[in-house]
């Protein structure tokens, strides 16, 4: 099987989404084109068949692919039909948007934990989650068998905390926190920089709509 690069990774998200959806419509049919589906998604049907042709033969011809099939195939081929062990380390706006975020459980993502220094979050709940102390990092993560997770603290403490969830064993984090951090080879890293998104939105708005035009 050829390695898939990860824009066709982040589209099979997108597939998976719209077909969840799809399968929602009761009046919709139970198979879809190629055609059909790059046209909702405003995808070319060559850019959905390759993405697809990574990871095996998938539809008919003719009749084109069956969205139950196919949903639990990309479900399959992303680990969603597994359960996945969450950590969130930072208990601030961010964090706790994040906890109640109820899509994270409908994908088999479920927070087990949440981390942070502030002593008045401490041994509390958060959306029925306890909140440990980010020094039992390490010991929580191990016992609970944790596999992902998401930094959402302050940037100066963004690498310490990473160091530890490397030690306790985390090999794919995603950080919010705005600051490059460092990992070793192994560890899967995902940064979502928020600012920088809202950056490339002012720019597209100052470029569009000029003063006085």
Known sequence: MRKPPGTSINRLAVYLRFLENRSQDGDAK???????????LEINPNQIRKDLSYFGKFGRQGIGYNIEELKEQI?????????WKLCLCGAGNLG?????????????LNIAAIF?????KIHKR???????????IKTVVRRLGINIAIIAVPADAADRIAERL????????????PVKINVPAGVKLRNVDLSTELINLTY?????FKPGV
């Open 116 to 120: 942070d220094s502030d002593p008045a």
């Open 126 to 136: 958060i959306d029925g989650i306890m909140v440990y102390d980010s020094r039992e």
């Open 30 to 40: 139970s198979t879809i084109s190629s055609e059909e589906f790059a046209r909702s």
């Open 204 to 208: 597209f708005l100052s470029s569009v």
């Open 96 to 108: 706790s948007a994040l906890s109640s975020y109820r899509g994270f459980r409908e994908r088999n």
């Open 75 to 83: 479900r399959e081929i992303l680990g969603l039909h597994r359960k």
């Open 166 to 177: 490397v030690v306790a064993g985390v090999r794919a984090i995603l950080n919010f926190a």
